[in-house]
């Protein structure tokens, strides 16, 4: 026994000595920790070789450059396009994301059908018969039933979108308006002619700015960043005006808060101090109208200090100014009447198709669409009138005049209006209206998740297409959009789907002449399509519009009153654009959710931003919960106390509040969209409210 | 049961009442290896700390439990290196208790580590201008140092005693002892040092950074200094502890009082020390950084206000050294209770100040003052050695000739 | 004092006395256990711990770097350099294929290439001897073009090998057994015995120091802070 | 000798112009797409949130309306210490995870090498490194797009900017393997953020080289470095107009004028 | 940590700090060694009765 318990320990003691001489222990400590230095569940990327293909960014109206890194067929990464017209080299979050949104779970892989309440998955032989049999069964009787909403985008695909409608026989085509939308309006009625506006802000020397987010994605967002530094590097001067210290504000040389709403008034007592110091040719006919607005007056109005108000007049009388609209990154209309004030103000400066100034173009004309053949139908149906009537045919009109209008069914492409548009709750009730509901999205959003018949497109990265580049460069052109990345998923371009159905509507398919979207392309490039290709964009170098007649339109408002009862909501809520959060129809992939700060998502809660001396009057603090109301709706955020706003005015980020989508955005923060109404403007009948009346109360 | 195992001549609870304290103190320890294992098998977000705060509350156990255990080290070189023969009656438990505290010490750095299997590259593949390096190489050689202490101690036991290689091995290690305690104090006053050069060191945090000589900043001899001037006072309260439970007295007051008048001559000394280089801090290393020394002292006054340095110097030093200094005070229970008490708080304070204030101190002017409050792992692994340390003392108290007078101080009657 | 001697009195006599009692045979035997079980543990440690530690993998078929050698004359004419100087390392089916779109030859492993693969269009699912784990970047660029240095160097007889050898993966680590050498203990012979880090670096470090005498430049670089050289 | 050295070595560096960023957020993403850095479903919680480029809003403070505001981003300053190479952090690790490449002036961090003691981070006054607290985790399918370039990082060690070095490593194949290209020309290698920055407010090169622009701009009289007092010798310049703004950058005593405190420094 | 790695370089620093480290290792193992082997030899030699201290 004993010997046993003395020759067990020798034993031991040999094992353990044998054991330290051999590499057996040794080797196990260093494999283990080249184990947690090689762990099978963290990736490893497959190396290849690496090459570079050029495209143009759709994923907003921007239009960049850009070049996708490759390794093998895997896109690993997005860059800007170097001597780009658009961007040259510099990109934007969202740009960057693409590969994210490519790889991205919540894309629709394939086409889908609602079968018993439930989206299924179907071919797209099915999926396109499905559709056709469904357009060409109401198509003689009530084709105007049919109605499309689409993104503002001006690629082709898109026109061939707005072509299908008319050829299938339905004026109901539906966009939301921009700014760029209310400004050509003001060009037409001033100048007479069919042009859109540029803004050579990059050579002014003096830029007023009435809310306008040169850097918060106005415009074409990078160009815009990109004309602002050179403008920082000519010493330009640059006031922003407007309520809420916007990034602008924050590199504008001057940040001017003025009471929300009255920008008429403060661009009329600018140009009636401007007319006093100098006459220029023309302006005779506006000076009995400018009388109105006396500079007290104009002070005691806007909110805004008298001697500041004549020296702006000075320094945009005495420099190469410009005057600019069209709130935060201008994705919404804004008011006629502002937009013809802010340009009465570029006509003052005689700056109007001159080197700094605003540039009036016309179409290039690249886009060489043969004649469409209409049958009877068509030609008939184009005799209607759009639901919205004969103003601008904006998404937000339509969808207020959904509730009264039958519409059997409804087309969404580039757009999620249950997400984007105003008093989303409305929207959703007029859209249960509806029997069939198409989407063509490429995510699973809010309005997708709701469609009857769901056929997924290409992202873009994915895609083919062209776009008309105009947004705010100086010299406008055509980008050709080139897919980079084989499909990831059983998708397909836009402009393929269109055809396709096309040549299964009986009496349709004479408008669409063309075997396939490819030959589609190269049929309405002509010519121009090989060096477009090669080059990725071809420069419209004759583009401003000549002939331009001049002429003053008295406004019909002097303030822009926000909707609401000023005695129940005595506060003004301002939804802003964050360049760090798209707030488009592509919710923010993870990249861009990661960047937004914590003062405006903390974990689940969304933030309202509001002035201390406010919040005071409130008896709220920072950080405390509280209940934002107005006529539209109401919902639960956090206060985050900023001396970067007016007092009485709050501020809430859009682009939040997706109920749609992964993990990493659904249900952070709160669709600020929720709680707005739409104002329609009494000119242009396009949406123009930019702010609503609220109150806040404690919870 | 085991009456075997127990050394002659003195009493013990009975068993069943001994493991029943050991359950009460091992269901903290299985509660401390849960988070443990939390904390190894799902990484480090298990805790609190963020990326403000990579140092936390672990960071400062460590430099702590290592301060007030270096009552061993002080207490081993009094005893062996300058030969003060009395300490030769508390040598043991002090050991006993470095044991333990320099065992949590390495416990928690395995923990702490966001992969503990790659930590021995600090060995391998070290960097010699770190001060962490040098805290991992002498802790582990001082913890080698400590054990080798503790064997014969171990050996000593009444039934492994009877082994004539272990009775001998025993025997051997005693006579040369006095060359590991040298070797022990030698490492210990680098590591020591080196624990202070961490945060001293960090040029980045001015906080916490200090002068000093060559690589050394003067925050590595403070914390040698202080270890040596508490780390007594510590053994001294442990001891008193143990008494109370026990029931007994297990120490002579002429082996206490040495001790103690020691240690307050070593906080004296020490105090004046730290109270210059607060001083040399506040008014040239400071401003020199661009700071008020206020600017150190913000935003939550209870977690950064003043009140920490005035307790930390006046409260937990001045006091504790004073009263220790004079014999009639330092002779009175009561005082000696409050002095020791005092003086472990004052260190412990020093090194949760020199650890979490530069983590929550903004240093660029954008920053903010960063709060941290541990989750319940890091509490969990923190309290986990130290439940353990009971268990090794109770353990090592019931079965060991830990207290050498004991059988004197306490005659068994049967 | 006298009732701890007695103590120790006690316990010479007692139980103690049967351990010492049969002392030699004991102690003996206790040799015999001690040794039994130093060998035991070299065994397991020696031979039969890295039999356990690597598995054993077949390539997907067999393949001549001879044969292969004799109609390409450089390694590089099939381990080729991209435009951007970047290697492509083991072919890609393609490069394969320009040649064997056909069955070359009447050798059992060509059949499975070309129909398995070639025909399908299916990459080779090659298991790489020489593969470094993910953390490591190497440019062959700088070795082969700048240095001038064999691919034999490093890789070994390789490109005069007749077939593939078993390719032996570490279980723990999934790397390759070739990166750490097939020796147990880490020994090497040649320079292409151990792909390991330390191999790199002494090499890396020997040249440095060379420079550092011929150039007068302090090369500090290159026994310190070149950790960034290699790893990603 | 060091005249030489100098000569030889380079010393990568970046000036941002902070009149003309923007806060857009470009570079945070375009650095994230570059090095594959993971995200989390809840990245609100900016102290585990891993962003190597950071851009802090910084505000004077004053209540409205005289409040302003600037953007600056923060990537790793890529300290060069007193004496070359005693980066605050380099100097501490104790595994020798992250050191200061000579050639490139570059502070480097080995991932695989680094055991997650954080001293490094406890050494950094600008938060310019981040732990790895959980396993990184791509949504299925998003692996896809990671970048073999940069070794996707484990949970437990820490990583940080390293002026996209790997994008360097590709640049100098390029130069080895080529016949008759000899050196790096500036274009050649840049950062990710510096290229995507749709402001041009990053300006990134050879501090050492007077053909780049960076040489000339870091000796702009607006030109500034964070908290420069500290003796970091960092490699990120900043330049603004703006008094406040240079102030910002790092601490004073009260009656100190701006700027007046620039660290003497090694090179310098 | 060993001369013959590639990080070693002899310099200040190095032999200082690893100097003082093996110093230490090296009193320790020796140290330990010695009392092993006494205690072993001691063994033999019949002791470990009652002649300690």
Redesign the interface.
Known sequence: M??YR???L??????????A?????W???D????????????????????SYEDSVCTLCSGNCGIKA?K?ED???????KEDHIV?D?????LG??G??L????TRVKSPLKKIKGKLRKISWEDAITELSEKLSGIRDEKSDKVAVISGNSKSLSTLLLKRFLKAYGSPNYFTRATMNDTYKQVIKKMHGVDATPAFNIDKADYILSFGSGI?DGWGS??NS??A??KG?DNSRKLVQIESR?S?TA??ADK?V?IKPGTDITLAYGIAAEVIKMKEPKGSASLKPFLNKYGLSKVAEVTGIDAAQITEMAKDFATNKSIAICGKGAGNTAGSFDEFVAVHTLNILANNINKKGGVQVIKDSGFFNWSNMKMDSVAKAANKKQAITGNKFPDTESFLNKLPNESVEVLLIANDNPLYTMADSDAVKKAFEKIPYKVSFSSFMDETTEIADLVLPVNVNLEQTDVVSITESVQKPGIGYVAPVSDL?FNTKDLGEILIETAKTIDGMADAFPWDDYESCISAILGDKLESLQEEGVIVNEDYRAKNLSFKFIAPKNEVLAPKGDKGVYPLVLVPYDS??IPNGYIGAP?????????KV???KDGFVEI???TAKQLGLSDKSSVKVKTSEGSCKVKVNLS?????GVVAMAKGLGHTAY???LAG?GVNVNNLLGTVEDPVTGSNCAWAIRCKIEKV | MDSALIPKGVERCSLKRFLLGQAIVGAVVLWGVYAMILCWMKGLNQTNMNDSFGFALWIWADLAVIAVGGGAFFTGLLRYVIGLKDLKNIINYAVLIGVCCYGSALLILAIDIGQPLRGWFIFWHANVHSMLTEVAFCLSLYMAVLIIEYIPLLLENRQVDKIPFFHNLSHNMHVVMAVFAATGAFLSCFHQGSLGGVSGVLFGRPFAFREGIFIWPWTFFLFTWSAAACGPCFTILVTKITEKITNKKLVKDNVIDLLAKISGWMICSYIIAKTIDTLYWAFVTAPHAGFNVMDFYDDNFWAHGIWILIMEIVICGYIPAIILLREKTRQNQKLLWTAAILATIGICLNRWVLVMQPMSMPVMTFDEWVLYLPSWQEIATTILPIAGGIMVIAFSYRYLPIFPQEQELNPVED | MSTIDEKYQKVVVSPVDEIIGSEKGSSAIILVFFIAGLVASLVVGWVIFPKVLYSQKKQPFDFSHEVHSEQVEECTGCHFFRDDGTFAGVPKLAQCAECHEEVQGDTPNEKVFVEEYVAKEKEVPWLIYSKQPDCVFFSHAAHVKKAEMECKECHGDIGTSKSLKVYEENRLTGISRDVWGKSIGGFKSNTWDSMKMDVCAKCHEKHARQKEKETKHEQKNNYKGACFQCHK | MKKEHDKVNKKYGMVVDLDKCTGCGSCMVACMSENNVPFKEDESNKLDSITWMRVYKVSNKKPYPNNEVFYIPRPCQHCGGQHEGHSPCVSVCPATATDYDYTTGIVSQVYTRCFGCRYCMAACPYHARYFNWWDPVWPDGMEKYLSPNVSPRMRGIVEKCSFCFHRYQVAMEEVYGSDDKEALEEGDYQTACTQACPAGAITFGDLNDETHAVHKLKDDKNAFRLLERLGTNTKIYYISEREWVRRAGDNYNPGEKTGSVKYKTEGH | MFPFSFEWIWDVGHVVFHGGMWYALSIIGAGMTYCVLKAAIDTKNGKGGGDHH
């Open positions: 004993k010997i003395r020759s067990f020798a034993l031991g003691v040999g094992a353990a000595v044998g054991t001489l051999s590499p057996l222990p080797k196990m400590v494999d283990s920790s080249i184990w947690s230095q090689n762990w099978p569940w963290t990736p490893v990327p497959k190396d290849g070789a690496i890194r390794i895997r896109v690993i990464k997005v860059e800007g961007n080299g510099g990109v934007c979050l960057l994301s590969p994210q490519l790889y991205s779970p850097i967002p990078v960043i990109k602002n530094s920082v210290m990034n924050i590199v940040w808060p990831q360049i760090r993870p990249f861009a959710v990661k960047t937004v700060s914590d998502i903390k974990g002035n201390p001396v001396e970067q706003i007016m007092p992964d993990k990493y952070k």
